[in-house]
Structures are given as C-alpha cells and as structure tokens.
C-alpha cells in the first residue's frame, strides 16, 4: 500500500489529467506555447529589422534553404541563392531567376541589427547573414522588408491585442455576470437588459461604425488601445450570461446558504465562494475567445481600419493582398495567414479540450 | 400561443428604441453636419464666397433642423425612419441612403437567409449522421471538418477562392453580382444563373461556418438525447434504431438547434457580409465598408440599423418558433 494512493486527487490534477489525455488539446498547448514564445522573442527570431526597407530587393519570392550546390558539393554552412531581376521580352513582367553564382550563406547566433529586450541593447540573432546578403524565406514585400520578421514581429501586436480585449472582456463579464446572478432582483432584470442590448448589435457592422468615428489622423497608439476597447464592447455580454448562469446554479446550493448563515458577507460570499468555482468556466472561454478576437482584428486590419502602421500584426500586413493584382504576381504576401490559421486553430484546439477537461459532462453545445 | 408572441414583441421595442438611441449617437459623433459638407462641396464646385457660404449653411440648417435640440433631431430622424423608410442623404453618393439600401440590403438579406437554409438542412443532416455513427470514421471526419469551418477565418477563404477563380481560372465572374450583358437585362433565368455564377463563393463560405456551427450542436444534443430514459423505454418496447431515432431522439434534440438560430443567424449575416466585402460583390457588404472608408456617417448608421432590425426579428421568430416548438417556453 502507497500512501501516495491515499491522496484524493486535487480538482487541478483531474483537469491536468483528463486534458493531457486529449491530443488535440496537446497540439493546441504546444501551438500556442510556440505562438507565445515567437512573441516574446521575436527580435531574436527575426534575421532583419521588420521596418528595416531595402529598395534592392523588392517582392523577392521566398528562397529555399540548401546543404548542396549545382555541383553537388556539400557545404555544412546552408545557403541559399539569391536573384537576377530581369525582363520578359514579351509581356515585359519582371521575372526572377536564380542566381547560381550568388550564395547567401545562414549564420546562427550572430550579430545583426540591433533591437532592446527587457532594456537591454542586443544585436544577437537566431541566424542571420553577413555582408550585405540577405535570404527572405517568406519572401520580401512591397518596400523589401521581410515577409519571416515581419510575421514574428506581427505576432506581437496580434497576440498583446487579443490579451487587452479579452483581459477587458473578462473583468466585465465577471463583474457583471456575479454581481448579476447573487444580488439578483431589480439589479438582474436591470443588467440583463444591458446585457441583451449588447447582444442584440451585429458584431462586425457595430465595430465597424465605431472605428469609423475615429478621427483619422489619430495617433497609432491611440488606434490600437481605441480599437481594443470597441472590440471589448459587445464580447463582454455573451461571458456575463454563462458567468450569471453559473452563478443562479451556484447560489442555490447549500454551502453558500451555510456561509451566509455564519455570517460571511456578500464581497466575502462572491471573493471566496463564487469567483473560484466560475474560474474554471471564464478560462475556458477566454481561450476560446482569443482566437474570434484575432479574426476580428485581422480582417479588420486586412480592411485597412484597424491597426494603423508602423505597428505590425498579420491582419495589417495582409492589406497589400487586397489587390488581387498583387496577389496573382506575388502569391507570399499570403504567407501570414499561416500565423493566423496556426494561432486560431492552436487555441481553439487548447479550449476545446480544456472544456472537455474542466467539464466532462458538458457537450460541444454548452459554450 | 398568441399572448406570448405579443408579449415578445412589445418586449423588443424597448430595446429597439435604445438602439436607434445609440446609433444615433454614433451618426453625431464625428464633426461637422451635413450642412457644413454641403456647403464645403458647393464652395468647390460652384465658386461661392465666404458670406455667401456662411449664409448657406444657416438657411440648410434651418431646412434640415440642424439646428433644433439634439433630441427633436433624433426624434425627427427616428419619424422618418419609421413612417418614410428615410434614413437621410448620403454624402458620398449623392442619394439619398434609403434607394442604396433598397438596392443591397434585400440581396444580403436573401443570400444570408438561403445560407442559412443550406447550413441548417446540411448540418443537421450531418449531424445526425455523426452522433448516429459516434467515434467512427464518418463522425470523425464530421468533427475535423467541423472544426475547421468554424476555424478558418473566412475572409481567407474569400481570397483563396478569389485568386482561384480570377488568377488560375481567369474567369470573368467576379466582382460584381451579373456580368455586364445581364447587367441591364430585365429578370430572366439565364440572368438568375449568371448570378449564381457570381455569388456562389459567398454561399461556399457562409455555409461552411454555419453548416459547421449547426452540426456541432445537432450532433451533441443528439448525444444527450440518446442518453435519456425514454429512449431507453423506446428501444425496450421493440422500436427499431432508426425509428427511436427519428420519432423520440431527433425531435427533441432539435430544440436546443431552434434556440442556437438566434446565434446562428447573425453569424451568417457576418459570414456573408465578411464574404462579400473581399469579394467586393455589391450587397450591404461593401457598400457599409465603403462608406465607413468616405466617413459617409448617414450610410453607416442606416446599414447598422437595419442590419440590427433584421437580427431583432430573427431573434424573436426564433422564440416564436421555439414556443411552438415547445409548451414549457410559451407557458414560463
């Protein structure tokens, strides 16, 4: 006999438990632990500077990594071929043909432009090239910046956004949701009404209006925290009812009425009582509102009314794709909705599963 | 049956009236009125001097009341929407917003409602498919599929589809809602098929999310369903599979379905909007970014209201149906 067997298992170790036998869910964890890294490490993942222009190397197709040369010989240094800009002689589009002569050798952990972490000035790099060449994996854009750091960099405002909204979202909804279900009465009907207001608005036309009263030659920075705050307007309501439901079910219960009878009150019954067991449910749909944040975000930044240059995120950097001309000569300029699909696919994967894990008995329909 | 619905509409006016509130705070937010736009055009196209344009702008803020308290403007505002359908002059196109909206917003309607069809039948015929076959392969190519449908963000479909149709099929059928040869022709069927011809991505992508959505729920309410007893009581008085299926399990699992269309329904309006505007194909869609881009406020505001009219009607048809659907609503 262990004691170790004697221990009942702590609602935590249950969740962890039933949520690692998920392997959806461990591909979505991973997704989004690699969303957050690239995030905080962006600098150092990025080989260039993501504003850095370079007029030489406009619209370069993405370039592919090699250990063997046209010769085949071997070098344990990969490289890749850089460009010969020429002409069709018949329709007169610029073309790009490979270079043999010219290889951009990869270094790793060198010195390149220099960026701040934490305060501190660094100028190391995942890998990097030296001398004046440059490889784009993702290909370069409309100003030669590159596609990769741009994306990395993206993933900052992208992610820090989704964080302000749902941060925003979730103090409201959780404020309202159990200060709703316990006080109940005339303090209910009256935010249920608000509530159902909220919910009554079509989300992408309300947004949109109000991103519209913006002024236009508002500060970038104002933009953003402007723009969190409208996405933040309407995603509260649809938290504060499952979080007012949950708590109607809760208050019902015995172990409240017995705090109540030993005189706790009401700041003490909602701190200690409520709020640990809505905690679970609010995770849930934080993770999974996460990801329609950073849909709503990219398409309004693809529209050009979101995220305001020179800040970065995927949706803002998607806008140039609008042309369809640009899309047809330059197919890359795509590439970062493969961030997108990666960070909504990933945290829907891990909220699906953390659902699943925190309430077994739920079914998909309980969101 | 019929106390309820009264009930359920008097309940939605109230909430009608702050939102036309609201939006009408939103039209008045950013400076300037229609007046000092008019005039600034005028002094552009007319050559007009500063006195001249100053008298102007009394004399239409006079016409139009722009002067009056702010809430004898909205309540002359609301009374034209309500008994003229007049939603004021837009700015940009030099017409007034009710003949735009005429044009669009029966379109997007139509679409949307059609999507909606297509995503309820399929998905739910799907999802029945899948909780009949629960952790098969069927079910699980169901549930993947699900879930990328809910996943991919549409406005990337809409350019996948988008570059597919014009740069690898160079077809012709793309931003806009006929080709110009049907484009002044009267209704006809060959003009309904161009149509078709054109808007169909926007069915492919509304549909998709929805018929996701849809199944999703269908599946797991039918899981729940067959848990209950009484299914259980069905098997055991000698009922096949299928008809305990369809006579006891899918009629009840289609209750919760009914109540998830009042979600379901702005999120094929979404879709569609979402759609159309990459695809630029002329329904509310567009023309409510466009205007938000020449800070066409009256626009705006028209589109917003209506679309949100739309989403209160649905929502109530949706409590009408499930009522009918179900005695213990209309009875609470």
């Known amino acids: 006999m262990k004691a170790k067997n004697n221990i009942p298992n702590s609602y935590f170790s249950l969740v962890r438990k039933r949520f690692f036998a998920n392997r959806v869910g461990i591909l979505g964890l991973v997704f989004v632990f690699l969303l957050i890294f690239t995030a905080v490490f962006a600098d150092f993942l990025s080989p260039y500077n993501p504003a850095g222009r370079d007029s030489d190397r406009v619209f370069y197709p993405p370039q592919g990594i090699n250990f063997f040369d046209e010769d085949y010989n071997f070098s344990l240094r990969p490289f890749a071929y850089g460009f010969i800009e020429g002409f069709d002689p018949d329709t007169f589009e610029p073309t790009m043909e490979i270079d043999y002569s010219q290889k951009n050798y990869i270094y790793f952990f060198t010195r390149g432009w220099e960026y701040k972490f934490l305060g501190l000035n660094l100028d190391i790099h995942l890998f990097t090239t030296k001398d004046n060449s440059k490889i784009f994996l993702l290909g370069s854009d409309a100003y030669g910046r590159d596609m990769l750091s741009r994306v990395f960099k993206g993933s900052r405002v992208t992610l820090l956004f989704a964080l302000i909204v749902v941060s925003i979202t979730t103090v409201i909804g959780i404020l309202v949701g159990i200060s709703s279900g316990y006080f109940a009465g005339k303090f209910d009907i009256a935010t249920q009404r608000i509530t159902e207001l909220a919910l009554a608005f079509p989300e992408l036309p309300l947004y949109l209006s109000l991103v519209a009263i913006l002024p236009r030659q508002m500060d970038p920075f104002l933009v953003f925290i402007f723009m969190a705050f409208i996405l933040s307007s309407l995603k509260w309501a649809q938290l504060s009812r499952e979080v007012r439901g949950k708590t109607l079910s809760l208050r019902r219960l015995d172990y409240i009425k017995a705090a109540e009878a030993l005189g706790s009150n009401d700041m003490r019954i909602i701190v200690k009582h409520l709020l640990p067991n809505v905690t679970s449910h609010v995770i849930v749909s934080v993770s999974l509102l996460i990801p329609s944040v950073i849909l709503t975000e990219s398409f309004f930044s693809f529209l050009g009314l979101g995220i305001q240059s020179p800040f970065v995120s995927w949706g803002l950097q998607l806008n140039s794709a609008q042309d369809l001309r640009t899309i047809g000569s330059y197919p890359w300029v795509l590439s970062p909705v493969f961030a997108i699909l990666i960070s909504v696919l990933g945290f829907n994967a891990f909220g699906d599963a953390l659902r699943d894990a925190i309430d077994p008995y739920a079914t998909t329909t309980k969101k | 049956m019929l106390s309820f619905i009264i009930r359920r509409i008097l309940y939605s006016i109230p909430l009608l009236f702050i939102i036309s509130i609201l939006i009408f705070f939103i039209i008045q937010l ?31 803020r006079e016409k139009y009341g722009l002067n009056d308290p702010i809430v004898f403007q909205y309540l002359n505002w609301i009374k034209n929407i309500i008994f003229y359908f007049d939603f004021g002059f837009s700015m940009h196109y030099n017409k007034p917003v009710s003949e735009m909206l005429a044009d669009r917003l029966p379109r997007t309607l139509i679409i949307a409602l059609i999507c909606h069809f297509f995503a309820t039948t399929i998905g739910v015929t799907i999802g029945i498919y899948a909780a009949k076959n629960q952790n098969k392969l069927g079910d699980n190519i169901a549930t ?27 077809s012709d059928n793309t931003g806009s809602m006929y080709s110009p040869y049907y484009a002044v022709q009267p209704m006809s069927f060959a003009k309904l098929w161009n149509g078709i011809l054109h808007i169909w991505p926007i069915f492919a992508i509304a549909v998709l999310g929805g018929l996701a959505y849809n199944m999703r729920v269908m599946r797991g309410n039918l899981l729940d369903v067959m848990r209950m007893q009484y299914i259980e009581t069905a098997r055991a008085k ?9 006579r006891h399990a899918v009629p009840n699992a289609l209750h919760p379905l009914v109540m998830f269309q009042g979600i379901a329904l702005p999120y094929m309006l979404m879709g569609e909007l979402e759609a159309a505007i990459v695809l630029s194909i002329p329904t509310a869609g567009p023309l409510l970014v466009e205007s938000i881009q020449r800070q066409d406020t009256y626009t705006t505001a028209a589109i917003l209201f209506c679309l949100t009219v739309i989403l209160v009607i649905g929502n109530i048809i949706a409590d009408i149906l499930l009522a009918v659907l179900d005695p213990r609503v209309r009875q609470n």
């Open chain 2, 144 to 170: 993947i599929f699900a879930f990328l449908g809910m996943t991919i963000p549409r406005f990337f479909l809409a350019l996948l589809i988008m570059y597919w149709l014009a740069i690898v099929l160079n």
């Open chain 2, 30 to 60: 950013p400076p300037g009125d229609y007046a000092t736009w008019y005039v600034s055009q005028t002094k552009a196209l007319a050559n007009i001097t500063q006195e001249q344009a100053i008298e102007l702008t009394i004399t239409l």
């Open chain 2, 238 to 246: 000698g009922l096949s599979e299928n008809q305990t299926l369809y």
